[in-house]
């Protein structure tokens, strides 16, 4: 099993629905949890972190966290095509200071 | 703040030349971190420093791949000789502690033919 992984996509949602991604982790990465946003030929850029079972909530974005089930997701509400990007999820282990990235998925906001 | 600047932001080069590709963190962060991205790979970490020391660099893909942080402000990552398969793009991100969120800057774009 890969560390973190992600569904490549693209998922496809309506401008204003509801995106949800998603991402599963193992044993190795359980520690701390990022979403990173990254734009066509552009670097990433954090959105959340989420460091406790439950959800976080920041504008239109929530960060949700499972540790038993072992798998985090990233809900966008009122989806925007200015929210077309790939999404990045990175875990942290408890042993050294490294993130763990997924492959990303790539979300595709449609007018 | 000006945020995590990499040098050159393009490299075209032959297959065989040395590459040296340079970051400069942002200034107070003590974590300096080299990522490669490709397609078939995603991103992936090749080597950190902290306070300009190599802490782990098990990333490093070959003998070919060096990386240096002579001081706090500068570090490089080093490709030689190059090979076409080391085409990606090379991010430098940094940060003020472990915990906290990693600052990438904007990469450099390197092809090797």
């Known amino acids: 099993q890969k560390e973190v992984e992600q569904n490549s996509g693209p998922l496809s949602v309506p401008e204003g629905a509801i995106a949800s991604l998603n991402c599963t982790y193992s044993?190795?990465?359980?520690?701390?949890f990022f979403w990173y946003r990254q734009y066509s030929g552009k670097s990433p850029e954090l959105i959340m972190s989420i460091y406790s079972n439950g959800d976080k909530e920041d504008g239109r974005f929530t960060a949700q966290l499972n540790k038993a089930s072992q798998y985090v997701s990233l809900l966008i509400r009122d989806s925007q095509p200015s929210d077309s990007a790939t999404y990045l999820c990175a875990g942290r282990g408890y042993a050294g200071n490294m993130l763990t990235f997924g492959g990303g998925t790539r979300l595709m906001v449609k007018p | 703040d000006a945020g995590v600047i990499q040098s050159p932001r393009h490299e075209v080069t032959e297959m065989g030349q040395e590459v040296t590709l340079r970051c400069k963190p942002i200034s107070g962060h003590d974590y300096l971190f080299w990522y490669r991205q490709t397609m078939m790979r995603g991103l992936e970490l090749l080597i950190y420093f902290n306070n300009n020391v190599p802490i782990d660099d098990s990333g490093m893909p070959e003998d070919r791949f060096s990386a240096k942080m002579p001081n706090a402000s500068f570090s490089t990552l080093k490709i030689q000789p190059s090979e076409p398969r080391d085409s990606a793009v090379y991010f430098c991100?940094?940060?003020?502690?472990?915990?906290?969120?990693?600052?990438f800057g904007p990469g450099t774009r390197l092809l090797v033919l």
């Open positions: 044993d190795r990465v359980s520690q701390s």
């Open positions: 991100a940094s940060s003020f502690d472990p915990s906290e969120t990693q600052y």
